[in-house]
């Protein structure tokens, strides 16, 4: 008779299920420790760490760096626009004799007959030029660092601390460091307005306005008592804020530099292109 061998029930699985098991019970549990572990770690680094701190510095700097790239160039240049002064008298008169000229002399070179359009088109190109060279090109532009005067035939920039000195007589003129002397056919000198500002000025009739004594033998009230500085004929009020911008902005860093003086050729050519035909067509009979 055979017999039976022992079936796997029959063997002792105790033992091995109770070594085995507080195996997996520490294996299943020691793990959970080292990846809490592991984890808080990795939440606190970024806000701790060394290489977050220098990321921060360098984008804190970059912002810095954009900001004043981007203020630098509004604060090195001047504060406020530039002042502009001119003759409105001479603009609004040279308006008017360029738009006569140009409807007598389109007349003729669209009607004319032999040389008339020649002739006509000749002191067109000669005329208009000079005119509008002495009547709307005169201006004066200031700001906090220069004095740019544009006259007929040359444009002159002046930075502030190259002028010595604006005066004003016949004419008005402001003169460079070097001797130089340059007149200001934008800021004309009216001795009419100059006379008329004297006798309004009260340092001049003392005290008196014109009309008070009018007024004390039962005329009209006399107008009110103005400033001295009220008083003065426009274009010498120009010159005195020139000479304040002189005085407050010469010897600023941002005021120097060097005079440049730059001739209005887009002048020059076409007025002596016109002058020569109509002296040839003239000549011509």
């Known amino acids: 008779m055979t017999t039976p061998?022992?079936?796997p029930s029959d063997r002792e699985p105790a033992e091995p299920a109770q070594s085995t098991e507080p195996a997996d019970s520490a294996a299943s549990s020691e793990p959970s420790e080292p990846?809490?572990?592991s984890e808080s770690p990795a939440t606190s680094e970024p806000a701790d760490s060394p290489a977050a701190a220098s990321a921060a510095s360098v984008a804190s700097e970059g912002s810095a760096a954009a900001s004043a790239a981007s203020a630098g160039p509004a604060a090195s240049g001047p504060k406020y626009a530039d002042r502009i002064y001119r003759s409105t008298s001479g603009f609004v008169?040279?308006?008017?004799?360029?738009?006569?000229?140009?409807w007598l002399g389109i007349d003729a070179v669209a009607v004319g007959e032999g040389n008339t359009p020649w002739l006509a088109f000749a002191a067109l190109l000669f005329l208009v030029p000079l005119v509008a060279a002495y009547t709307l090109v005169p201006a004066v532009?200031?700001?906090e660092d220069r004095l740019r005067v544009r006259n007929p035939f040359r444009t002159i920039t002046?930075?502030?601390?190259?002028?010595?000195?604006?005066?004003?007589?016949?004419t008005n003129e402001v003169f460079s460091d070097d001797g130089d002397k340059y007149q200001l056919w934008a800021l004309p000198v009216?001795?009419?307005a100059r006379k008329r500002a004297t006798r309004r000025d009260p340092r001049v009739t003392g005290g008196r306005t014109p009309g008070a004594e009018a007024s004390r033998r039962g005329g009209a009230p006399s107008a009110p008592d103005r400033s001295a500085?009220?008083?003065?004929?426009?274009?010498d009020r120009s010159m005195d804020e020139l000479r304040e911008l002189h005085k407050n902005r010469g010897g600023e860093a941002s005021a120097q530099g060097e005079v440049s003086v730059r001739w209005s050729y887009e002048i020059i050519a076409p007025s002596l292109a016109g002058a020569v035909l109509l002296a040839v067509l003239l000549g011509l009979g």
């Open 5 to 7: 061998e022992p079936q």
């Open 35 to 37: 990846s809490a572990a």
């Open 93 to 102: 008169g040279g308006a008017l004799i360029l738009a006569l000229a140009c």
């Open 141 to 143: 532009y200031a700001n």
């Open 158 to 170: 002046l930075p502030w601390g190259r002028v010595v000195s604006l005066r004003s007589g016949y």
């Open 190 to 192: 009216s001795l009419r």
């Open 229 to 235: 500085g009220a008083d003065r004929a426009p274009t």
